[in-house]
């Protein structure tokens, strides 16, 4: 009945502006409780964390979708999320119900078959909730639970078969700098967080919360206070406002019971104003998943003054390496810098690292620590400016690689020829204002002849074994590997989705999407049918190195926005 309509309209628009979810239709989604098992050991038909599973390979075992017939690859739905901004979230897929998150901290709740919505959550914001990076990276499953991050720094459970609030536990103060964008990492029945805000002096931490609950089961901080182990690497009280932020979900190692983030850089942005190596800034972190306890670190670079942030998660993965086999760390650092750690129950150990881009800072690195050496003259100072190369968005930011077991190779999503020159200037501290202390201009080499490039590499030989570059465009495309012998990524100015041969780099299919794909794919099964599912949607860091890449090369490309699903599968 007419009448009967309108009041349905009413009460779901009253629903939303309260910040509360409501399901699309009045059927209850049926759905399937996540249990730990099914985290640490997931059926290849779901997609069930940010990475897919807990070592965060990035890679599905999925072969419907070859090399062979990967060409008939079609789209079979899509769907607009409502709104602009970077769209970097996987689409988490439990037995045929997507979950996808994107920027105003939304949530939607979807038919992974057909793309219909079943349930849409949106967080309402306080109006002086900042926005500095709009975006939101996923969410976390436990039970019949969906857990996801917040701008205003809350951590929010909600029913993943109606989208109503079950639970929200308040992590920070936004009014201080805190924000989240992360998806959590559940482990153990717990929903494990971290914050950012690093530019705005915040001090870093990981914070685990008990998934039926809410309740705060322990709180480590990236930034040792006094008393701690590596507070002495701070001088005075500049380890309150350090930052060390958690921009990335961690991986875990269920056996050692672990937990492994990385961390952002230090606060303010130039080294001279905090003299000391400011531990964990710009490292990865081994946390006990239980206690919280620090069992291990490495710190990529000391005393950072590049903005290279380091918040990859490290991909867990057994690397066979002169006559033994290493429980590695695998980490393509934003600094250049390719690197192999190995980790224990207690420590985490340093094994290799070179440079995978060209890398003019580091003069060396110490053999049995990984401790580099810096030239001076490449180390940006107050009042002191430096070139450097990579540019401040590094070799790879945070756009995840992947690691496929078929071919033990490493695929990073590279930048190269980019620099940066930064100088820095003196800062004061007030809650919630910018940080860095420092201005910074991006510029392409001379001479070069591309930007953006995959790479693939031999973690057993230490070798690079193939590389795709793109002579238009810089890379910032997540990537996915897959037991079709394919890895699938799009990250470049054209908006194409792309399919490669992971053994040879070969291109094999290409899809030109609504916007820039700096989503991170996932690929799911119903019914015996393959899917690959991506999020297109341009913004944040990509678009600011396309405006710097316009500016330096005297062009004007601009890349549209708008979030839009997109879902391929085979011609059935």
């Known amino acids: 009945m007419p009448g009967r309509q309108v009041t349905t309209k009413l009460m779901f628009a009253i629903i939303v502006l309260l910040g509360v979810s409501a399901p699309a239709s009045a059927q209850e989604v049926d759905y399937t409780p996540v249990t730990d098992e099914r985290l640490r050991s997931p059926d290849a038909a779901d997609w069930l964390m940010y990475r897919g599973t807990y070592d965060s390979w990035g890679y599905s075992s999925l072969d419907e979708i070859t090399t062979e017939n990967v060409g008939e690859l079609k789209p079979v739905w899509t769907m607009s999320t409502g709104v602009t901004s970077g769209h970097q979230s996987p689409p988490i897929v439990n037995d045929g119900v997507m979950f996808v998150t994107t920027p105003e901290d939304q949530v939607i709740a979807i038919d992974a078959r057909a793309g219909e919505v079943l349930w849409r959550y949106r967080k309402i914001l306080p109006d002086d909730v900042g926005r500095p990076h709009w975006t939101n990276r996923g969410v976390g499953l436990h039970g019949d639970r969906v857990f996801v991050t917040t701008h205003d720094s809350y951590v929010v459970a909600l029913d993943a078969r109606t ?280 510029f392409v080499s001379d001479g070069a002849d591309h930007i953006g490039e995959i790479q693939a590499w031999d973690l057993s030989s230490g070798e690079k074994v193939w590389t795709h570059e793109f002579a238009e465009s810089q890379n910032w495309g997540p990537i996915l590997a897959t037991g079709g012998g394919l890895i699938f990524a799009g990250g470049t100015h054209d908006r194409k989705f792309r399919a490669f041969d992971a053994r040879t780099g070969d291109l094999l299919w290409e899809q030109r999407t609504n916007s820039g794909v700096t989503g991170v794919p996932s690929s799911y ?48």
């Open 525 to 572: 099964e119903i019914d015996g049918v393959q899917y690959i599912a991506v999020q297109s949607g341009w913004g944040v860091d990509a678009a600011g190195m396309q405006r710097a890449v316009n500016t330096h090369l005297e062009r004007d490309i601009l890349v549209p926005q708008g979030g839009v699903i997109w879902v391929f599968a085979l011609e059935q």
């Open 163 to 442: 989208g109503n609030v079950e639970w929200e536990a308040a992590v920070a103060d936004y009014t201080h700098g805190y924000y989240m964008t992360m998806a959590p990492l559940v482990a153990n029945g717990k929903v494990l967080v971290g914050a950012s805000g690093g530019e705005r002096g915040i001090r870093g931490f990981v914070a685990a919360y008990d998934a039926a609950t809410g309740d705060e089961v322990w709180r480590s901080h990236t930034i040792p206070g006094p008393g701690e182990l590596g507070n002495d690497s701070w001088p005075g009280d500049t380890w309150e406002r350090g930052g060390a932020s958690i921009w990335i979900t961690g991986s875990f190692d269920p056996e050692l019971n672990l937990t492994y983030w990385g961390t952002g850089n230090p606060g303010p942005w130039i080294g001279d104003q905090r003299p000391g190596d400011n531990l964990y800034t710009n490292s990865v972190v081994a946390f006990d998943a239980d206690t919280g306890e620090l069992k291990g670190y490495h710190q990529y670079h000391h005393n950072g003054s590049w903005d290279w942030d380091e918040v990859s998660a490290p991909l867990l993965i057994d690397v066979p390496r002169a006559g033994r086999t290493i429980r590695s760390l695998v980490h393509p650092a934003r600094n250049g810098y390719l690197w192999l750690l190995e980790r224990e129950a207690n420590a985490i150990n340093f094994v290799d690292a070179q440079p995978y881009v060209d890398q003019n800072v580091f003069t060396s690195i110490d053999p049995v620590t990984g401790r580099p050496e810096y030239d001076p003259e490449r180390k940006p100072g107050t009042n002191k400016p430096a070139t450097f190369c990579p540019s401040l968005w590094g070799g790879k930011d945070w756009p995840p690689a992947a690691y496929s077991p078929q071919t033990r190779y490493l695929y990073v999503p590279v930048n190269e020829n980019l620099c940066s020159t930064i100088v820095g200037r003196e800062v004061e501290y007030r809650p919630g204002a910018s940080y860095t202390g420092a201005s910074a201009t991006v």
